[in-house]
C-alpha cells in the first residue's frame, strides 16, 4: 500500500474505474493526500496513476481490502453490482467501511445496492455528479449524494478535492437528483429548439434572437452555450443525443415507478427517442433543432 | 409644444399609452433631451409627465401631429390598431415619420400595421420589450425591434435611454422574438416543476436539489427566480399565470400560421390552459408546480 495519507486520519480510498471522469478524480485526491489503491477492468487506465503515487490492484477485492472508503465510477448499473457483488469487492471491505459511488445508474438500483451492503454492515452512499470531465480535471463537480445524513457529512474531505457536494435526500436522491438534472438539460434545449425554430419559420434570424433576449428571464446555460450551438449549427457532441436519451429513459422509468406524468419530460423523450431512432445518436444533444426541422419539412442551412 | 429637443436634430416624439411601462419609458426619453408629447386614454395617467416637460395632448390625432417619431406601448393588438386608425393617429401623421409599436402583438397584426401604415408613407417597426417594471425604469429593457434595417438604425438614440435594442428581422420579427421569449420562459418553467416534483415524489429535498445543481448545465434565470419561489411555495405574481397563458396562446397561432408543429410548446400550453381553467390565473406562473402536484394528486406542504 502507499505512504499513509497526511491530513485525512490515515484514511485510506478504493478508486474502481479510472475511465476519463474517473481518472482525474483519483488525481486530484492523490493530490490532495490521501493514499489511494485503484483498479480499471482495462488495466491499463489504472496504470498512469501508479507515478503519481496510487497502487494498482489486479482485482476489485484487493483494491477494497483495507479501505476505509471505496469510490466507484463506472459505466451502469450492470457494472456496479459486477464490480461490488460478483467481481469480490463486497466480499473483501470490512464492516463500516463506506460505498460512495459516483457512477450514474438509476435510483432504484443505488437503493438495491445500500440494502445489499448494510446487510454487510457497510454504508452506501449515492453521489453521480455533473461537470464533466473539465470539472473532474478542475476538482468543481457538482456532487449530488444521497443516503445517511451523518455518513455523508464524514466524507466531506474526500468530496472537496472533487468538487461542491449536496446532500439531497436519503439512499437513491442523488442519482434523482441526477436524472432531474438532465431532464431540465433535456426540456431546455427543446425549449431553445423550438424558439429557434419558430424565429426561422417566420423570417426572424436565430442568432439576432439569442442576442436579444440574452440576460433576460430566457436566460440559461442552455441558451448560452447549446443555443450558441444551434446558430452556428455545429451538432458535434459534447453531450450525446444518445446519452441524452438514456438520462431521458430513466427519468421516465423513474417516473413510472413513482406513478408520475411529467408532461414536458414525456415530450422532449419523445423527440429525443425519434431523432436517435432516425440514427442521430452521435450529433450533440442541441441538434434536436435538426429533428424539429426535420418534423416540419424546413431544412436548415447546411442541410 | 415643449421645447425643442437638445441633441436629437430636433426631432419631437408622441409617446401613445404611459401606463405602468410607458411612463418610465417616456420619462427616460425625457430625461435624454427629447421634446415628448404624451397621450394615455386615462389622461390621470399623462398628466404627471408634464411636470417634467412632457405637453399632454387630448387626442391620438393632437399627440401625433408633428411628431417625427410615435411610439405606442398599449394593452394589446386591438388598443394599437383603435389608436392609430380609429382615433385619428395615422392620419394625423406626416409622410416618412415613423411609428414604433413597443406593445407585445401577435406579429401577423404587427404586419398588418405596417402594411396600413406603408400606404400612407407612414413607416413602422415592432419593437416589443421584455424586463418588466424594473427595466423600464432603468432603461435596461430587452428591446426586439423587427422592420426596415435603416429606420430601426436611424432609431438608435430613441431607443438608447429605454435599453438595448437588437434587430431580429422583417416586420413581424420583433414581436415573433417576444413570443419566443415567453416560450422559451413557460417551457423552462416546465421543466423546473417536473424537476423539483420528480426530485420530491421520490423522497428528495426541492431546497437541496436546486442548490446541488445551480451553475451546471440546468442553470438558468428561471431555476434561480422561479425556483426559488417553488422551494419557498410563494406564489403571489411576479408574471400571472394569465399572462403566461396569452402569450403561450399567440405563439400557439403563431406557430398554426407558420404550419409548425412544436411539441414542448403544445405541452406546457396544454397545462397552463388548464391551470388557468382551473382557477388559477392569477397565480404565479411558476405555481405550474401547483398543477402537476394537484395532476399526479400529490399535494405540497402548504396545501
Known amino acids: 500500500m502507499a505512504g499513509s495519507g497526511k491530513d485525512h486520519d490515515g484514511r485510506r480510498i478504493a478508486f474502481l474505474g479510472t475511465g476519463l471522469m474517473g481518472a482525474p478524480m483519483a488525481r486530484r485526491l492523490i493530490a490532495a493526500g490521501f493514499s ?9 487506465k489504472a496504470e498512469p496513476l501508479t507515478a503519481e503515487g496510487a497502487v494498482r490492484a489486479e482485482t476489485p477485492g484487493e483494491a477494497v481490502s483495507g479501505a476505509d472508503v471505496v ?72 456532487i449530488m449524494a444521497g443516503g445517511d445524513e451523518a455518513v455523508i457529512a464524514a466524507l466531506a474531505d474526500v468530496f472537496a478535492p472533487m468538487g461542491r457536494v449536496t446532500r439531497v435526500g436519503p439512499s437513491g436522491a442523488g442519482q434523482l437528483a441526477k436524472l432531474a438534472n438532465q431532464q431540465i438539460v433535456a426540456v431546455t434545449i427543446g425549449a431553445v429548439a423550438e424558439a429557434m425554430m419558430l424565429i426561422a419559420a417566420g423570417g ?51 417516473a413510472k415507478v413513482l406513478s408520475l406524468t411529467l408532461p414536458l419530460t414525456a415530450a422532449v423523450h419523445a423527440e429525443f427517442s425519434e431523432f436517435v431512432a432516425n440514427g442521430n445518436g452521435e450529433k450533440d444533444h442541441s441538434a434536436l433543432l435538426l429533428h424539429l426541422e426535420e418534423k416540419n419539412g424546413r431544412r436548415g442551412e447546411d442541410q
Chains 1, 2 share one sequence.
Request: net charge negative; proline share 5%.
Open 204 to 254: 426572424g434570424s436565430p442568432a439576432a434572437f439569442r442576442d436579444a433576449i440574452r440576460g433576460g428571464f430566457a436566460e440559461s446555460r442552455i441558451l448560452d452555450l447549446h443555443g450558441k450551438r444551434m446558430v452556428e449549427r455545429q451538432f458535434a457532441p459534447g453531450g450525446s443525443s444518445t446519452n441524452q436519451l438514456k438520462d431521458l429513459n430513466a427519468a421516465m422509468e423513474t
Open 36 to 44: 489511494l489503491t485503484v483498479w480499471n477492468r482495462d488495466p491499463g
Open 71 to 142: 469510490i466507484t465510477m463506472l459505466t451502469n448499473a450492470e457494472a456496479v453490482g459486477n464490480v461490488l457483488f460478483e467481481r469480490g469487492a463486497a466480499e473483501a471491505m470490512a464492516p463500516g467501511a463506506t460505498v460512495v459511488d459516483m457512477s450514474s445508474i438509476a435510483p432504484h438500483f443505488a437503493r438495491e445496492h445500500a440494502v445489499s451492503l448494510a446487510e454487510r454492515g457497510i454504508n452506501h452512499v449515492d453521489a453521480p455528479v455533473s461537470g464533466g470531465v473539465v470539472g473532474a480535471q478542475a476538482g468543481t463537480l457538482a
